[in-house]
């Protein structure tokens, strides 16, 4: 008569086999959960190097078209300086009426044209005088005004926006010395004449 082998029951195999498979589901899920949290680490460092990227792409994007704006400008400027001294000879061919016939179309065309390339003339008579937007060449003393005037422009000044390329060159007529304060004098004096009186009285 041949003897069992010694162990358990026909149940216990069943039982170490599926504690055997719950054991490696347990590490199959462990491994999941650690690939899983180091593909969101990855995914998180991707998202990050993505929206620096994208970042500097706009801050390069940005100085791209400030300095192309910058570049336009100058060149503009650079152009309209050296009109100037055209404009001139056509304010002074106006100034003795020989602006006439073609002359006349081609000269209005070109002031057009730089007046919309931002250029803008300055400088009246009777203005103020203001020493950053005039050059004095010429002095004088007038009891017509009662500040430092422009009353003659020798040449005019141009501007583009806020920055001067040429200060208007006029004629500047300053108030007649002692205009304003020999009233007050006089008055004083008569006042102190009426107080001797008053005095004397």
Known sequence: M?????????????????????????????????????????LAERTGDLQRLQAEYQNYRKRVERDRLTVREIAVSNILEALIPVLDDIGRAREHGEVTGGFKSVSDNLETVVAKLGLQQFGKEGEPFDPTLHEALMHSYSSDVTEDTCVQILQPGYRIGERIIRPAMVAVAEPQPGTQSTAAPDADSSDSDKADGATES
């Open 2 to 42: 041949t003897e069992k082998p010694q162990g358990g029951e026909p149940g216990d195999d069943s039982a170490a086999e599926e504690a055997v498979l719950k054991a490696a589901e347990e590490a199959v899920a462990g491994a999941g959960a650690d690939e899983l949290a180091a593909a969101k680490r990855e």
